[in-house]
T-cell receptor, first 121, second 112 residues
């Protein structure tokens, strides 16, 4: 079955440590995204990537880093510079409507993973 | 600056009745709007979308209405079922981008 796999589901970190959250998709989607969910604040975009070796900052990129070396993978590193890292992290992917070679038109619907909950002790 | 707003944090509805979830936006340059449903500790699942050139889209029990002059969209669920109890997010795609801006969510509780 095609989908998005996030790991680990739960992660505990001590202050000052970097951690990396994994996100893998087998949907052959071009675009991948990282969102963060905090109570009462909805989903906020951290980073997104349209193609391999390219990514852009979202609204709250400070203290985070990403890489996109493979189409299927978009890991997120939460660095010690992130002031308030305790949150629920969601990875998503989508096709890209209008991308060269695609015939799809319409909303590029995001497919989400099950999420990773990071707690800083 | 919150470009996509869901002003009602929660809503309770009797089973069988209509649920109406609302979403307001401030930017006219959105191409698409999506609605997602989310259960605790899970990723959101896609429900229904609408293009900015439409004013209505229907899929089974779910209908989304778009009022561009008011910068307002709503999701109607008829009839509501207990399994619909979840948090609902609206999301908007700015023109020329492939990212989405999400609202803060509305928690729907359908009472049996």
């Amino acid at each position: 079955d095609g989908g998005i796999t996030q790991s680990p589901k739960y992660l505990f970190r001590k202050e000052g440590q970097n951690v990396t959250l994994s996100c893998e998709q087998n949907l052959n989607h071009d675009a991948m995204y990282w969102y963060r969910q905090d109570p009462g604040q909805g989903l906020r975009l951290i980073y997104y990537s349209q193609i391999v070796n390219d990514f852009q900052k979202g609204d709250i990129a400070e203290g985070y880093s990403v890489s996109r070396e493979k189409k299927e993978s978009f890991p997120l590193t939460v660095t010690s510079a992130q002031k308030n890292p305790t949150a629920f992290y969601l990875c998503a992917s989508s096709i890209v409507a209008g991308l060269a070679g695609t015939i799809y038109s319409g909303a590029n619907v995001l497919t989400f993973g099950a999420g990773s909950r990071l707690t800083v002790l | 600056d919150q470009q996509v707003k869901q002003n009602s944090p929660s809503l309770s509805v009797q089973e069988g009745r209509i649920s109406i979830l609302n979403c307001d936006y401030t930017n006219s340059m959105f191409d698409y709007f999506l609605w997602y449903k989310k259960y605790p500790a899970e990723g959101p699942t896609f429900l229904i979308s609408i293009s900015s050139i439409k004013d209505k889209n229907e899929d089974g029990r779910f209908t989304v209405f778009l009022n561009k002059s008011a910068k307002h969209l709503s999701l109607h669920i008829v009839p509501s079922q207990p399994g619909d109890s979840a948090v609902y997010f609206c999301a908007a795609q700015p023109s020329g981008t492939y990212k989405y801006i999400f609202g803060t969510g509305t928690r729907l509780k359908v009472l049996a």
